[in-house]
Antibody, heavy 118, light 108 residues
């Protein structure tokens, strides 16, 4: 069965960096785009970033553009989100999610909590 | 940037039909998806491409999208359907989608 497992969350000070990882299994990882979506405590979902199946195309939400980068290693079925210059407003549960081409996110991980606080 | 709007809350009696709307400029020209999220759980895709149901999603869930409004309809609503529902407007050109603010469905 399809599984997505995020890791790397924790407490970090404003201005610092953190790297999230997502381990995928149960599907042909190299055939699908993958997304990061976040949810601040008690708030709604916010799309963060997407990377194409081969890593050649990447898009970011305006709120993280220039601070976050996304990458993937298809040989390891792994997705990463490098978060730099973190802000208090980046505090959220971060989910990785599989793209259900052409539209939709059909599988989600359990999420990893990132808390940005001094 | 593109935005879609949902009502914060909708209430429905058990067995009745619940309708949750999602509004945006020329939304009918884009694909929409709907997600269900129960407390403490990850979101679940319940409708994609406006009206298609993933396998395992009950037939009581249906969707439509026309003009500036997309609608998620739950027929014969059950207590287990109580959850937050999010619409997502999908731009096939950019391969990503913007979420609505979410609607809390209460079954009472």
């Amino acid at each position: 069965q399809v599984q997505l497992v995020e890791s790397g969350g924790g407490v970090v000070q404003p201005g610092r960096s953190l790297r999230l990882s997502c381990a995928a299994s149960g599907f042909t990882f190299s055939s699908y785009a993958v997304h990061w979506v976040r949810q601040a405590p008690g708030k709604g979902l916010e799309w963060v970033a997407v990377i194409s199946y081969d890593g050649s195309n990447k898009h970011f939400a305006d709120s993280v553009k220039g601070r976050f980068t996304i990458s993937r290693d298809n040989s390891k079925n792994a997705l990463s989100l490098q978060m730099n210059s973190l802000k208090v407003e980046d505090t959220a549960v971060y989910y990785c999610a599989k793209d259900r081409a052409p539209v939709g996110l059909d599988y989600w991980g359990q999420g990893t909590l990132v808390t940005v606080s001094s | 940037s593109y935005e879609v709007t949902q009502p914060p809350s909708v209430s429905v009696s058990p067995g009745q039909t619940a309708s949750i709307t999602c509004s945006g400029d020329k939304l009918g020209d884009k694909y929409t998806c709907w997600y269900q999220q129960k407390p403490g759980q990850s979101p679940v895709l319940v409708i994609f491409q406006d009206m298609k149901r993933p396998s395992g999603i009950p037939e009581r869930f249906s969707g439509s999208n026309s003009g500036s409004t997309a609608t998620l309809t739950i027929s014969g609503t059950q207590a287990m359907d109580e959850a937050d529902y999010y619409c997502q407007a999908w731009d096939s050109k950019t391969a990503w989608g913007v979420f609505g603010g979410g609607t809390r469905l209460t079954v009472l």
